[in-house]
């Protein structure tokens, strides 16, 4: 929502040490570097990135210690340890038995936390680990913060409320959620109460919603991870489209599934570091749920709204992942954070949806607003850890052989009014949305500027509030009025609702629901992208806006007091920095005619084992025979749609399969001992 979650970091210098393959401290001859400490670090922690060389030392010391350590082994930076008064040494990614050779291979492995003595000088502290020359990058942990105020009014019903109005409700939408006709960001026919004079709405500035359902409604095998506030799973409007863990219970105590983490069944609570995800606390906004209902409320259930890619039409829809990163007056640390960005990718997530990020470089003090990152060097080098567990979800998420190969980061751009987006949003690998009021104008919040891909309904109260009126009005039927803000759920203090927020945070899901709509319908399709191209055909089926923005814009900051004074806003300013307004249906036209056609995939088991391939995942036609070449190697049945092949003994054969249509696909089979991972190249 506006005021956004941030992180509020100020400058640290992350220092970069030459790497030695024999551990040493440096002489009094070796040149130091300085490390700035910035404000809220956290005492007696440091985050370190050893050098590759250390990488058997590391490992031995984390076998023998059962992962849980005191020192790191490497006789240098232990020395430096003792003299912290260091009490836990631990890897920043847990082991995840699934994943562990492409977390090497990224490097992820060479991340550690170091917690010491919280008497000792921070300074101190990283004067000494810079020194160490087997430390490759070095910096201070700290806990992300939300820049928005959770006690602000919230424009809120509870579902008892809405559902009590449902019936005398009539619209005409394509779904027969109730309180769908609340919401003009999918589907804008001009026609809204909370235009004004000064303040228009015009027909067509949406997602582009209407023309993309015709063809899909979502596919429960998408999953997009919503790493924000809690999401609350059992909202009645979301349960049926929540990602669950099946191999996991809470409160079990047992990492069923090998993935590092215990319990962890609906996503992880990275805030508490805890399984146990949470929507109650106090200080919890709703943020989370709002932002999932946009993405993937329920359709079609006679409940209150609907959402992108929430199903449908006999369609179930995509799949919400909670990353939980604040809890209240709880939040996760940038450590913490990096590993939500690394379990949503190890864990099937092909989308990060993150409304939140630093303050736009361009911030205004004035505002009260600290500034964030001028560019994308000076965050690589502030926040290298965080750049790149995001490397790792947008280079290792999806499969080879799955509809995307890597991830989607999709970040909000901010809403500090400032004419540069925010990190990590502007990173030239992420994508940067900004946001619209309901007349395709820039909204009079939203950050923008050059790094800005994608713009979205976001809402804009400052524009179509009315001034000295508190926005919170009810009708004479006691409905709550429509605010031109986004309407989706909500929970507060526990309870399960509805209601308006507005910000980039409201923009940013809009495209997170548009671009799982389209890998649902590529899936369906049988279309294969890379997580690159699908970015790519994002953006240049989106819709130019430009030529909207012409003359100025007036709105009322602060509206709510009595004789607020209007702000001019010159839209020329705005043009080539808002990206393109997100087109649902545009995208999903353009699906067939992009991309490639899925490939059976090779596989890969030990003897004695088996996997299992759903066919129509990948082949158009049904499957009219199935042949392996050598059945002392492998031996493979078709039961309906599942495709099972067992291994028999060690090497490799060819799995020929004959489709009604004439065609065939070949495969390769290889077994070989360990392959206890089963499953595809």
């Not at 997530?349 to 600290?370: E, F, H, P, R």
Request: net charge negative; hydrophobic share 35%; proline share 4%.
């Amino acid at each position: 929502m506006k005021k956004y979650i941030s992180i509020l970091v100020a400058a640290t210098t992350v220092v970069a040490c030459v790497k030695d393959v024999e551990p040493q401290i440096s002489t009094p001859d070796t040149p130091k570097t300085s490390v700035v400490i910035p404000e809220g670090a956290n005492l007696g922690e440091a985050i370190i990135k050893f050098s590759a060389e250390m990488e058997p030392i590391l490992s031995e010391t984390m076998t023998r210690s059962g992962g849980v350590a005191t020192r790191s082994g490497i006789p240098s930076t232990d020395e430096v340890l003792d003299i912290l008064g260091a009490y836990s040494f631990e890897r920043v990614f847990p082991v995840d038995e699934r994943h562990e050779a492409r977390t090497r291979e990224a490097g992820l492995h060479l991340w550690y936390i170091v917690r010491f003595d919280e008497g000792e000088d921070l300074n101190h502290a990283f004067e000494r680990l810079s020194q160490l020359g087997e430390v490759d990058k070095l910096q201070c942990n700290r806990p992300i913060e939300r820049a928005y105020n959770p006690s602000a009014p919230v424009h809120f019903i509870t579902c008892d409320e809405a559902h009590s109005r449902a019936a005398t409700r009539t619209t005409d939408m394509p779904f027969n959620d109730p309180e769908m006709y609340r919401q003009w960001c999918y589907i804008n026919n001009g026609d809204y109460a909370f235009a004004q004079p000064y303040a228009p709405v015009v027909a067509g500035c949406d997602a582009g919603c209407s023309e993309a359902w015709e063809l899909t409604t979502g596919d429960e095998e998408i999953i997009v991870a919503v790493l924000d506030e809690a999401v609350m799973w059992s909202h009645p409007d979301l349960a049926d489209n929540i990602w669950v863990n099946e191999a996991e219970q809470l409160h079990a105590g047992v990492d069923a599934d090998g993935n590092g983490y215990k319990d962890d069944r609906y996503g992880y609570n990275f805030a508490r570091n805890t399984p146990i995800t949470s929507w109650t606390s106090t200080g919890s906004t709703g943020h989370g749920t709002h932002v999932a209902g946009t993405i993937a409320a329920v359709n079609d259930n006679g409940i209150g709204v609907a959402g992108i890619a929430g199903g449908g039409k006999g369609k179930g829809g995509v799949k919400i992942m909670t990353c939980q990163l604040f809890d209240g007056k709880y939040s996760c640390s940038l450590a913490l954070e990096a590993r939500a960005m690394k379990y949503a990718a190890d864990n099937g997530a092909v989308i990060l949806q993150c409304s939140w990020g630093y303050n736009s470089a361009k911030s205004n003090l004035i505002m009260g607003y600290t500034p964030g990152p001028a560019t994308e060097e000076e965050w690589a080098a502030l926040y290298p850890l965080e750049k790149e567990a995001l490397d790792y979800f947008i280079h290792n998420a999806g499969s080879p052989n799955g509809v995307i190969d890597g991830g989607l980061a999709i970040f909000a751009s901010g809403n500090e009014y400032a004419a540069q987006s925010s990190f990590p949003a502007a990173y030239s690998k992420c994508i940067s949305v900004a946001a619209l009021a309901a007349d395709y104008t820039p909204a009079s919040y939203s950050n923008y500027g050059s790094e800005v891909l994608l713009s979205a309904p976001g809402g804009d109260t400052e524009y179509y509030g009315t001034v000295g009126e508190d926005d919170n009005q009810y009708d004479e039927n006691g409905v709550l009025c429509e605010q031109g803000s986004i309407f989706s759920t909500l929970v507060i203090d526990g309870v399960a609702g509805y209601g308006y927020y507005e910000g980039t945070s409201m923009a940013c899901p809009h495209v997170s629901g548009v671009a799982a709509l389209g890998l649902a319908y590529a899936k369906q399709q049988h279309r294969h992208f890379t997580s690159e191209e699908f970015r790519d055909l994002l953006v240049s089926t989106a819709r130019d806006i430009d030529h909207y923005f012409t003359g100025e814009k007036l709105f009322y900051m602060n509206h709510t007091a009595a004789g607020a004074a209007p702000v001019k806003m010159n839209l020329e300013e705005y043009r080539g920095k808002m990206g393109r307004l997100i087109d649902a249906g545009a995208l999903l036209k353009t699906i067939d005619s992009s991309g490639r056609d899925m490939r059976l995939p090779n596989l890969y088991i030990a003897p004695n084992n088996s996997t299992t391939l759903r066919l129509s995942d990948y082949l158009q036609k049904s499957v009219k025979s199935i042949s392996i070449k050598d059945e002392s190697i492998a031996t493979a049945t078709v039961v309906g749609d599942i495709l099972t092949v067992t291994g028999v003994a060690v090497g490799w054969t060819p799995l020929t399969i004959e489709c009604s249509d004439g065609t065939s696909h070949t495969i390769t089979v290889t077994v070989r001992e360990g392959a206890a991972d089963n499953g595809w190249f």
